[in-house]
């Protein structure tokens, strides 16, 4: 049985996806393990209790009718807005599908995993804080990143900025402005050595570590957690290699 939110309302994860990436274009629909990577993410997150929802957050550009199409296969929910300004989009596609607490989660993050999807949740439920997130201080992997606030802070939001880069990233605006709003982090306890991985995928590199990691721990758990993939990586630490060079891109 799946929790309730916070004020009683429906919590939903709004999956941001479209189809063009300047890094590896089309990363969203290479497969992975014979599926694409963003089936095997929603995968993940149908695990989770406290979502009620997913819904893919595309864009009108022709070019995502195959996000469309491929939501309809999935019969996951998808709604199409604006490609620049991911903001908007994000919004509409909440009260589109009436959602009230918004678990933003990207397109590029296949390893998402349902207890920090919960944990994340559950924290911003039992609180009064506006935004709960895992990215403040990253303890957590690239690639698990989750937050969670509600569709009438974002509402807020959108009156209260036209900021380019606020309109594309989604939250920013509400963690650059701690004096605003109330902000919550929650932190995983992993070693420090485990705290920098790229578990995201913006390069061909990502795709090959995460692949990796799917064919080593997919076929006998496809449930595998965070704990798995930390064990694994622990003992086949060349691994760690394929990736590490890549930088990430900086949001201003």
Known sequence: MREKGRSGGVS????????????????????????????????????????????????????????E?????????????????????????ARAFSIDVIVEITGDCPLIDPAVVDEVVRVYRSG?????????????????????????????????????????????YIYEHPERFSLKNVESGLPEEFRDLRLTVDTREDLDLITAIFGALYPKKPGFDLHDIVGFLGENRHLLGINRHIAQKKVR
Do not use: M
């Open 128 to 172: 009064s804080w506006d935004y709960v997130s895992n990215i403040l201080r990253r303890t957590y992997p690239r690639g698990l990143d989750t937050q969670v606030f509600s569709t009438d802070l974002l509402a807020e939001v959108a009156r209260l900025t036209r900021d380019p880069g606020d309109r594309e990233h989604v939250s920013l």
């Open 69 to 93: 199409r491929f939501a309809e296969l999935i019969q996951v929910h998808c709604f199409r807005g604006s490609e620049e300004d991911v903001l908007d989009r994000v919004l509409n596609a």
């Open 12 to 67: 939903g994860a709004i999956i941001e996806a479209r189809i063009s990436s300047t890094r590896l274009p089309g990363k969203i629909l290479l497969p992975i393990l014979g599926k694409p990577l963003l089936e095997q993410l929603i995968e993940r997150l149908r695990l989770s209790r406290t979502l009620e929802d997913i819904i893919i957050a595309t864009t009108t550009n022709p070019a995502d009718d195959v996000v």
